[in-house]
């Protein structure tokens, strides 16, 4: 069904599956005992039916097109940083940043080298 | 009426959006993609810029910007596009791949609680830290199901996540660890969101690693902090 639509150039068609999965995602959220946001749900709903459906694999560029945007779309969540300063107060402001710098860093080279160490070398 | 006036509200949130993204990438792009002139950091910068001059409260925008979730949550199901294309490499090392990610989001709990303990933050931040990894959807839905922080929680999370982008890609090349599955892994465990969306940009060949990484990652997160959610403070 996708493939003739898609080869007709409606890349719009193609983004109803992750629109679709999304709200299937966002259905079944209340139901599981842990708490996932849909969109997650939905990621891996995606991810099964790329393995298994080969016909949705033509939906593929388009959510490529999709990823390009993600930058922009995070930032609306990136200015409500401001309103919720109020709950830092100020003398706990440079501890803070202080923390998310150094954990974060921290973060990262221990997944990296937990990868260099765990992980065989990638491909040939 | 009012209606009208809140679809007007909205249309120019995103227009708003639009624009300062497009002009802060214009900046990236002109400095060559380099880690400090991050798009997402810069393109805020220009909003909360662009509010105050028309005061505007942020409180606002924030609620007429918030139709921008929906387009959101279908680009965060889409990053199962980047994981797709590296599926057999992954499916040949899956609990390999598990067990790092174990480690790195153990890590980004314990490092953050531990920190906020010794520096003596507050119990709502030592709450709130705990999530700063994960991406901001996945701290809100974390805090709401253990009656944390999560409005604060989401903000650390962002900026968590500009930090790690900001910093990360830069220190992992200088300690030879920047192959693209380790930088990948590495940035998606450490930096979500934000981190992957700059990895797309500057190292597309690690992005899709990590995309995986912040979605085992932030499950991973959801599963272990509410066994340990009791004693953080």
Known sequence: MMQPLYRRGKRLAALLVPLMLLLAGNALAPLLPLRLPGAIIGMVLYLLALVHIPALRATLPAAHALIGLLGMLIVPAAVGLVPAFPAISNSSAGRLALLLVITTLITGIATALLAKALLKPAGP | ?233
């Not at chain 2, 505007?56 to 609620?63: C, G, K, N, T, Y």
């Not at chain 2, 709450?127 to 009656?147: C, Y």
């Open chain 2, 1 to 233: 009426m009012n209606g009208a006036i809140d679809i007007a509200r909205q249309l120019a949130a995103i227009v708003l959006v639009v624009l300062a993204f497009a002009a802060a990438q214009r900046i990236a792009r002109r400095c060559g993609h380099a880690p400090w002139a991050n798009p997402v950091l810069g393109a805020a910068i220009i909003i909360i810029a662009v509010l105050a001059a028309a005061d505007v409260p942020i409180v606002s925008f924030e609620s007429h910007a918030a139709v921008l979730r929906w387009p959101l949550g279908m680009a965060i199901v889409a990053l199962a596009a980047p994981v797709y294309r590296e599926w057999p490499l992954i499916r040949r090392g899956a609990w390999r791949l598990l067990a790092v990610l174990t480690g790195g989001a153990i890590a980004g709990i314990a490092t953050a609680v531990w920190a906020a303990k010794w520096l003596g933050l507050a119990p709502l931040l030592v709450h709130a830290v705990a999530t700063k990894s994960v991406t901001s959807p996945f701290a809100l839905a974390i805090h709401g199901a253990l009656g944390g922080p999560a409005e604060l929680a989401a903000g650390l999370s962002i900026a968590t996540g500009i930090i790690g982008a900001m910093l990360l890609p830069p220190l992992l090349a200088r300690l030879r660890l920047d192959d693209p599955r380790t930088l990948g892994l590495a940035v998606g465990q450490a930096a979500h969101v934000v981190g992957t969306d700059a990895l797309l940009r500057r190292r597309p060949a690690a992005a899709p690693f990590a995309g995986l990484a912040l979605a085992v990652a932030g499950v991973l997160t959801a599963l272990l902090l509410p066994l340990v959610w009791r004693c953080l403070i």
